[in-house]
């Protein structure tokens, strides 16, 4: 069983009924509308995975109306639009509004559910790509970090690193605003307990060279002296 949330918005009940009853066999759970003042309210309380839009509604172009404001919200929400309208041109206008379908009245009820379900699969399928290639990027402050290219950016400016420079940063980027020794440092990225300061010194300054605007005045990567360093995302 579904547990998607949809909402239905037409100002003709039988359509909503026929559409209620065409689903609820599914899970889907399914809200109604017949208004844009209805939508807008039900909207500003419950988050929904699947539009089903007629496109005239009080005026002819309600529809399309609404889309614009679901679209500014969400840019990846799926939006269907049903209408009595089938020429090329009312077709064409719909989808470049923003819908994903465009479904013309009459419809059957198999089609419309066999459409609706392939409609949220494609969606849950691309939601779940972009949170799992979010989960492999580490944002933090003006810096962002891609774990499947081991590429990091600040301020969306790609800057190129060693391999060790890599570990060395991803240490510092998992590890904000906090002070770590020498030895701290040299054990989690080296793996190795006999600390080698001059070794630290050295990558530590390649990083500021790369990192900093000014490597001489660093703002994110900051010696605290008698102790270590500490990285901080956002220049301070």
Known sequence: MRNEKILVVDDDSSIRRLIWKALQSTGI????SDSIEKTLDIMSRVTFDLFLLDV???YENDGY???QIIREQDSMVPIVFLSGKNNEHDIVAGLETGADLYLTKPFTPAILKAQVIATLNRSNVIRNQQQELQSNELIIGDFRFDSNR???YKKDKLIPLSSKETQLMQFFLKNPDQV???EQIYSSVWNDGEVDANTIMVFINHLRNKI???P???KNLKTVWGIGYAFFPAES
Do not use: W
Not at 29 to 32: D, P, R, S
């Open 216 to 218: 001489k005045n660093p």
């Open 180 to 182: 770590f020794s020498k």
């Open 150 to 152: 081991y590429q990091l």
């Open 65 to 67: 109306y609404l889309a």
């Open 212 to 214: 900093e605007d000014n």
């Open 56 to 58: 005239s509604l009080e």
């Open 29 to 32: 759970l399914i809200y109604q």
